[in-house]
């Protein structure tokens, strides 16, 4: 129970509750953490991720302030005399903590005592961390996508939105954040909602139990639907959302459904009409009926985007627009020298592997460089500790970013010939495009829906006007 942790994460980390294990910059693993009690046989350390830098027991992940950094254990459960007991369902392979943390497992004591030694940090569930860790059922929508979108369909706290189809989550999660109104404290009573509804069995099963286990049951509301065949009302009842996402292969078959008023023969072809089988008096819009609705389809071929422009316009959609987020991300790294790696597995691509050999080789030249010049003191006292942060699994630092050791040193020039200039100061600054980046290219098509506005309404606000008097 409780407020959701992408709503609210607290100050720490908390058992029975999802964390994001933050592995390298590659691998973020989603966790579900245990405390003792929901380990097998009651051992404290049971429940472990296992990962290529070292075994964390969770034990160890638990009550820890959010971003800490925690180092893999050693742990001797020899000592106590009893030999631990693997998961017998698959030979100690088993994930123990439930859907969705993949990497948790029951482990041996030897395997904590081969692993090798680094470290992990633990980060808050967020909607962004968690669209690059989820599971993927489908494609996704990543961030510099949907945050556009919230921000141009006007998701706000307190709104309402309508999502079709559901996929893997990524949008819901970002959507369900933007809806939150922050108050008050259990997520069941807040007032923003979104409404998300996925025709595919199986995902709609799996989404469930995701929004179930991210306590995110009062926020978002998943219906097992074909969106265009039977619409947008939940339990026969509208949403009265003021916001809409359409992530479906033809958002121009769900559009008729999102009209205030049943469309008519003028407006849609009969083909388009048959799949509405309400009567114009039974007609109810999924829509809040005095507020413009704003949409936005997301379609990866124009032929979508021409269709479904061409059904907005016949059916009194406004202000249609489309977008393509285009998104780069500039590296900026030192081209590093005296290290013999192929090309291909320079600057951000050097494994951990490449990375310890490189610092090895850095510290050498180091020594014989200091020696050369009959150096005795050393600038940075606690280098060492540092770099052996670096052999970990914390490749970025020691090739991305270039900032992390410049301790007082200063390059002038791009040249080295300042005694306290570093050896891995050194090297030409280059920057390029990070090919790894994920985004979903699509097209983005927005439009606005104008409120309803009754006859009625026409002439008081024509009576409001000292002219219309
Ligand atoms: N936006 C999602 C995300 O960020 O994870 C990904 C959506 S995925 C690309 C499209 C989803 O739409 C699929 O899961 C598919 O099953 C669902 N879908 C396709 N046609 C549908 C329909 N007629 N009604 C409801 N869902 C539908």
């Known amino acids: 129970a409780g407020i959701s942790p992408f709503l609210d994460p607290g100050p720490r980390t908390r058992p029975n509750s999802l964390a994001l294990a933050h592995v390298s910059r590659d691998s973020i693993q989603p966790v579900y953490l245990q405390d003792a009690s929901g380990t097998v046989d009651g051992y404290a350390e049971g429940a472990v991720i296992n990962t290529r830098f070292g075994s964390f027991p969770h034990s160890t992940l638990l009550d820890k302030p959010w971003g800490s950094q925690i180092r893999a254990s050693i742990v001797d459960t020899g000592s106590r005399g009893r030999k631990r007991k693997l998961d017998s369902s698959a030979d100690g392979e088993a994930s123990n903590n439930g859907a969705g943390s993949p990497t948790s497992e029951v482990t041996t004591t030897k395997d904590l005592r ?42 706000r706290p307190g709104m309402k939105i309508i999502e079709a189809g559901a996929g893997s989550g990524s949008f819901t999660h970002a959507s369900a954040r933007a809806v939150y109104n922050g108050s008050p404290k259990h997520a069941h009573d807040a007032k923003g909602k979104v409404f998300s509804f996925e025709f595919n069995q199986d995902r709609y099963q799996k989404m469930r139990k995701e929004i179930e286990d991210h306590r995110l049951e009062g926020i978002v509301d998943i219906t097992h639907r074909d969106v265009y065949k039977d619409g947008f009302l939940v339990h026969g009842e509208s949403p009265e959302a003021e916001c809409v996402f359409l992530d479906l292969p033809a958002p121009w ?82 081209e590093r020298v005296g290290l013999n790696l192929p090309p291909g597995e320079r600057g951000m691509n050097q494994t951990a592997a490449n990375v310890e050999e490189a610092v090895g080789k850095l510290k050498e030249i180091e020594g014989r460089f200091k020696k050369f010049h009959g150096q005795t003191h050393d600038a940075d006292a606690n280098m060492d500790e540092d770099d052996d942060d670096e052999t970990a699994n914390h490749n970025k630092h020691s090739n991305g970013n270039g900032n992390g050791k410049s301790k007082g040193t200063s390059l002038k020039n791009g040249t080295d010939d300042s005694l306290s200039v570093k050896p891995w100061m050194a090297g030409r600054l280059a920057h390029r495009t990070d090919p790894e980046l994920k985004t979903h290219t699509s097209y983005l098509v927005f439009a606005v829906l104008p409120q309803e506005w009754t006859e009625a309404q026409e002439m008081a606000a024509f009576e409001m006007w000292p002219c219309g008097k």
């Open 253 to 334: 078959k769900a559009l008729p459904h999102l009209s205030r008023r049943k469309p008519t023969p003028s407006e849609l072809s009969t083909g388009e009409l048959d799949t509405l089988n309400t009567t114009e008096s039974g007609w109810k819009s999924p829509l809040r009926a005095d507020r413009t609705a704003h949409i936005c389809t997301f379609s990866p071929c124009i032929e979508q985007v021409t269709k479904t422009i061409d059904v907005m316009r016949r059916l009194g959609w406004m202000e249609i627009e489309m977008v393509e987020v285009a998104h780069r991300r500039i590296i900026v790294s030192r």
């Open 114 to 155: 081969t692993a090798p030694s680094g470290f992990i940090h633990i980060l808050p569930p967020t909607p962004e961390i968690w669209t690059t860790s989820l599971p993927h059922r489908t494609q996704v929508v990543y961030t510099p996508d949907y945050s556009y979108i919230l921000h141009r369909i006007r998701a």
